[in-house]
């Protein structure tokens, strides 16, 4: 008897610990970095070191940018191909991603530490802020290799399967950190120097420990040979990790808005420009805590969210909303207590300051902090909308705070209200955020309520090969409207021959646990927004779950019976196979529209519009998936019009050419 996924069984909150607290601690790590840096420099160094690092900060988080591009990327393609069994593309893809950053981290190195005073400069630094941050950032500069192949690696080590490997190098890198720092700082007196390297030494480490792992791979075998960079892969291999990317570098946005916003007013202030730069800094590297604490809960419960929604066990999907909901309130009613009772307090753990450098830090606590009751809600709803597979309101809510409401909401609001302008943008930001995300959540309650969708209907011939005792495949890939399901039928029958269509989602089902409606809601339909949806604290989406499962039932398939298959890329998962016979129906628009209008029920009025939409989300599919154009007929062994003879004539001829075909062999 096949044994049930725990993750449709065990009790919710057993799972919750089993899973969110390895990745908080993950998170909490990362976090923990910059925070360590910014305690010693601020008592060794005072209020100027840390602004000086506040204005680099920027420049290390644009190479977490890349690297994270490279690592996710080459990871995503490494789970893809291993899905597939293609464990030599798998590692090619591997290798690309570390050619890739070897590559960008010698380009970026060069370009930091010749044009730095021009980058600090972009990010806000100040003359009074300029020669720490000079001295801060050149050692940074040079120990950006080791950083960008070492985060890179520690994607693709997580994808390999061994997340405590790249836990231990992390965390070995943070305590070595934790050492140097006082150790640089204050016995050789060596001031932001002595943090930068540090910072870089540590970073060394866990780049070496990265290293050594090369050769200790469970799921590939990386050699000498593997290492050739091939466009085709790195292009993927970029694709995938483009959405990484995108949220790194929105936070280098934020940063040198604010930056130059705080120093432009600050410096109309009694403040001056070096201490409003320094403290929001700070106040958002203690933040970060917090949301480290949030991200890591509700990714660690991203598999749970997932699979039982996609098992259509609704109930313990709100079960686990809500309890990953409660905790989050919990910890950001703790955090907003903390900020607006004892700002001062937390503010001295970075160093001491005069009388405004603490009265300006306590406003910035309570003022740009007043709503972070909020952000459990609007982080927690993005990763949830991620995992049961809602791309446009995952894409929509983890872009929207930082990019959407916050910037804007600065520029303003600073334009009315000046310096304390900036620090409003953040309660404006945060609620905006809030209220669409409890929409949003509403609006999903109300779906999850409703389990009186129609079950679907398996169509299976139950017939066996009548022409011949050789095996032969038939992939089917079609436009919307050609017909071409319709074709694939008839083919079916007049070989004598099974159909796999819609009854194949009724094996994906047996073999993923997930329920039917659930895989036809996800399958082939990947849209742009989905780009945006396996970042850096995601993993693979619905989709590519129910595609590995596709694949491997496909070329189970093939090995044992004689079929017809539409659509699911099967011409490209079965491209090397010397049995399978690879069609694409294609006709006209005018045609399309009748066809659909007739049997699918389309609106004529925009029933171009929905049969463009339809066949755009099958093109994106197959792009992603195969790297290949859907409709290139390089890709089929024959490309028909449907239009020239009738559908049925059309799968007669078919059944014509794959006799013949047989007749050859």
């Not at 074709?487 to 039917?516: H, P, Q, R, S």
Request: aromatic share 10%; net charge positive.
């Amino acid at each position: 008897m096949e044994k049930e996924n725990i993750l449709g069984t065990e009790k919710i909150k057993k799972l919750i610990i089993k899973f969110s607290i390895p990745c908080i601690i993950s998170m909490l790590v990362n976090s923990l970095y910059n925070i360590v840096d910014q305690i010693f420099i601020g008592n060794g160094v005072g209020m100027l070191g840390n602004g000086a690092t506040n204005v680099v900060f920027p420049i290390t988080i644009i190479a977490l940018a890349f690297s994270l591009m490279f690592g996710d990327g080459a990871s995503a393609y490494l789970s893809l191909k291993l899905g597939e069994k293609k464990n030599k593309e798998a590692s090619l893809g591997v290798t690309n991603g570390i050619i890739l950053s070897v590559i960008f981290s010698l380009i970026f190195t060069l370009i930091t530490i010749i044009f730095l005073p021009e980058l600090v400069d972009l990010f806000g630094c100040t003359s009074a802020l300029k020669e720490y941050a000079l001295d801060y950032g050149t050692i940074i500069a040079y120990g950006l290799p080791f950083v960008i192949i070492g985060t890179a690696l520690n994607s693709i080590i997580r994808a390999d399967g061994n997340p405590k490997y790249s836990s231990i190098s992390m965390i070995t890198g943070a305590v070595l950190n934790i050492i140097l720092d006082p150790i640089f700082i204050f016995i050789f007196d060596m001031g932001v120097s002595g943090a930068a390297l540090a910072t870089i030494i540590s970073q060394i480490l866990t780049f070496i420990l990265n290293i050594l792992y090369i050769r200790k791979f469970k799921t590939i075998k990386i050699t000498k040979e593997s290492f050739k960079l091939n466009f085709k892969i790195s292009k993927k291999v970029l694709a995938l990790g483009l959405s990484s990317f995108i949220t790194q570098m929105s936070i280098v946005i934020v940063i040198a808005v604010q930056n130059n916003l705080l120093g432009k007013y600050g410096s109309m202030t009694k403040y001056g420009s070096e201490i409003p730069i320094t403290v929001l800094g700070i106040v958002m590297k203690i933040s970060q805590i917090l949301y480290s604490i949030i991200i890591g809960l509700s990714v660690g419960a991203q598999p749970i969210f997932g699979f039982n929604y996609g098992a259509k066990k609704y109930k313990r999907v709100k079960e686990t909303l809500k309890i990953v909901l409660s905790i989050s309130l919990i910890i950001t009613i703790i955090s907003f207590i903390l900020f607006q009772t004892i700002p001062d307090k937390l503010i001295l753990l970075f160093g001491s300051g005069d009388k405004n450098y603490i009265e300006f830090a306590c406003l910035t606590f309570r003022i740009y902090l007043m709503l972070v009751i909020c952000n459990g809600m609007q982080i927690a709803s993005c990763i949830f909308f991620q995992a049961i597979g809602k791309s446009i309101k995952s894409a929509s809510l983890s872009l929207s705070r930082q990019i959407v409401f916050l910037i804007p909401s600065m520029l303003i609001l600073s334009h009315f209200f000046e310096l304390k302008g900036v620090l409003y943008s953040g309660p404006v930001a945060d609620s905006i955020a809030f209220l669409i995300s409890v929409i949003l959540l509403l609006i999903e309650n109300k779906n999850l309520n409703n389990d009186t969708k129609k079950e679907m209907k398996e169509d299976t011939l139950e017939t066996t090969p009548k022409i011949t005792k050789e095996k032969i495949i038939i992939t089917i890939a079609r436009e919307y409207g050609s017909g071409g399901r319709y074709i694939g039928k008839l083919i079916a029958e007049k070989l004598g021959i099974k159909l796999y269509d819609k009854n194949f989602i009724n094996k994906v089902a047996k073999e993923t646990g997930l329920e039917e409606e659930y895989i036809e809601e996800n399958e082939q339909k990947r849209n742009a927004l989905d780009t945006l949806n396996s970042g850096y604290y995601g993993g693979l989406t619905s989709s590519d779950e129910i595609f590995m499962s596709e694949t491997k039932i496909i070329k189970d398939l093939a090995k044992t019976e004689s079929c017809v298959i539409i659509g699911r890329c099967a011409n490209h998962i079965l491209k090397d196979d010397k049995n399978t016979f690879k069609i694409f129906i294609y006709n006209d628009m005018p045609n399309k529209i009748t066809r659909a209008t007739k049997y699918y029920g389309l609106n004529k009025n925009n029933a171009e519009k929905q049969i463009n939409k339809i066949n755009k989300l099958r093109s994106n599919h197959y792009k992603h998936y195969t790297n290949e154009e859907w409709n290139n007929p390089n890709n089929y062994d024959l490309c028909i019009n449907s239009d020239i003879l009738e559908i049925e004539e059309t799968a007669e001829l078919i059944c014509n050419i794959i006799n013949k075909k047989i007749t050859k062999q």
